[in-house]
């Protein structure tokens, strides 16, 4: 029972260096999000997508490219990384009729050197 | 302007002592209201959550909150707490026009001592 996961669970990159984070849930959720975690700033949402083929932007969108071509995937981009987007990356899914009840994945942490 | 406000970003305590963790919002909608627990290196897990009904919640682990719609909050308590509760809390809001999104709060660190 995966729930859901995040690969790497760690990466070091250089500065203009591109990436992608990729998020797999088995639990058959419709939405899916990405959340930055940076210390004493909670959680900021970056991308967020409520089915298949659809995407949408959050709170702190810039930097960030994200697709969801698969139901069960989502990928969070990074085209030309910065120092600033150094940060703990979360995915999260939930059911449409389960309001607010997400499902987070462990976490991938992200440096940009 | 909608937000959440956690109003203390560190809580020490002792062993079996009371906590309280204080969390308000500012809205102009209705709202549904979460707490939500990061234990060290994991992702976020739902402690409770209030959508309509009864203002007081209980959720996992003996924890309970309450909602004060006047005073615009969602404190969250637990009468007797662990070493095992010792992590990040955090107050998590969706203002209910777009309930798609859940805005989050600075966090709470709880540190249980023995």
């Known amino acids: 029972n995966a729930g859901v996961t995040q690969t790497p669970k760690f990466r070091v990159l250089k500065t203009g260096q591109s990436m992608t984070l990729l998020c797999a849930q088995d639990?058959?959720?419709?939405?899916m999000y990405w959340y930055r975690q940076d210390p004493g700033m909670g959680l900021r949402l970056i991308h967020y997508?409520?089915?298949?083929?659809?995407?949408a932007k959050g709170e702190v969108p810039d930097g960030y490219n994200v697709s969801r071509l698969k139901k069960q995937n989502f990928l969070l981009g990074l085209e030309s990384a910065a120092p600033s987007q150094t940060s703990v990356y979360f995915c999260a899914s939930r059911r449409i009729e389960n309001t607010g009840e997400l499902f987070f994945g462990e976490g991938s942490r992200l440096t940009v050197l | 302007a909608q937000s959440v406000t956690q109003l203390d970003s560190q809580v020490p305590v002792f062993e079996e002592a009371p906590v309280e963790l204080r969390c308000n919002y500012s809205?102009?909608?209705?709202?549904?209201l979460f707490w939500y627990v990061q234990y060290p290196n994991q992702g976020l897990q739902l402690l409770l959550k209030?959508?309509?009904?009864?203002?007081l919640v209980k959720g996992i682990n003996g924890f309970e909150a309450e909602f004060n719609k006047s005073q615009t909050s969602f404190h969250l308590r637990k009468p007797s707490v662990h070493i095992s509760d010792t992590a990040e809390y955090f107050c998590?809001?969706?203002?209910?026009?777009?309930?798609?999104?859940?805005?989050f709060g600075a966090g709470t660190t709880v540190t249980v001592r023995a």
């Open positions: 809205s102009s909608v209705s709202v549904y």
């Open positions: 209030y959508l309509s009904g009864s203002t």
């Open positions: 998590a809001v969706i203002f209910v026009v777009n309930d798609y999104k859940l805005s």
């Open positions: 639990m058959n959720h419709e939405y």
């Open positions: 997508s409520v089915g298949e083929g659809t995407t």
